[in-house]
């Protein structure tokens, strides 16, 4: 799965779910542990409001929201 992907499927998620911890979307998406903190870290600093630490669990604050679009790859690639 390329980058791009993962991240928008890491928000999809986080969309769906109250607080969750990062081993179940480890899980979720297949990736390792710190790929995960690595990509919650990305979104938070690319100004997404995702609340929560390594260990305790991460929630995206209501309110935010993705329009529904359909990109190509390369265009996911270039938005990451």
């Known amino acids: 799965m390329r980058r791009a ?3 928008f499927r890491l928000v999809q998620e986080l969309r769906t ?10 899980r ?7 790929t995960v903190y690595r990509d919650i870290a990305h979104l938070q600093g690319s ?11 991460y929630l995206l604050r209501p309110g935010f929201d993705l329009p529904g679009l359909t990109f190509t790859h ?6 990451a």
């Open 5 to 7: 992907e993962r991240l």
């Open 74 to 79: 390369d265009q996911l690639d270039a938005l």
């Open 17 to 26: 779910r109250d607080v969750t911890r990062a081993c179940d979307l480890a």
């Open 47 to 57: 100004g997404l409001p995702i609340e929560g630490e390594a260990g305790v669990g």
């Open 28 to 34: 979720t998406l297949e990736v390792s542990l710190s």
